[in-house]
């Protein structure tokens, strides 16, 4: 029972959250507009946990890459707010988050190869 609710217990949690609202909320929470709503809002989110999934496969482990994705959003959204065109927005915040991500790499390949030469260590 203890391996069956440390593989699955996540999905039982999230399976039971879905339940809960939909029962509680009917007329508000499983409806097509509002599950729109929760995709377009956990959209940067979830394209960041996909990139972090495979760096943390990998062995590794950087923070940096959160702080970098919220740069380039605020940069994006000062940039909107401004009146510039979305295509400019996009463009200048993929160049901060490009920017931002070389400033920090190595920094990260300096700590992995600290690492790695205690490992080779005898």
Do not use: E, H, K
Request: aromatic fraction near 10%; proline fraction near 4%; include cysteine.
């Amino acid at each position: 029972m203890q391996v069956f609710i440390r593989r699955y217990g996540t999905l039982i949690g999230f399976v039971a959250i879905l339940v809960f609202f939909s029962v509680m909320l009917p007329g508000t929470f499983p409806t097509a507009r509002n599950w729109l709503n929760i995709t377009q809002q956990t959209s940067m989110l979830m394209v960041v946990a996909a990139g972090m999934t495979v760096v943390m496969v990998m062995g590794d482990f950087d923070l940096s890459v959160g702080s970098a994705a919220s740069l380039a959003g605020i940069v994006a959204a000062l940039m909107m707010a401004a009146g510039q065109p979305i295509w400019a927005a996009v463009a200048v915040a993929l160049v901060v988050g490009l920017l931002g991500g070389a400033s920090m790499a190595p920094w990260s390949a300096w700590s992995a190869s600290c690492r790695l030469s205690r490992r080779l260590r005898p």
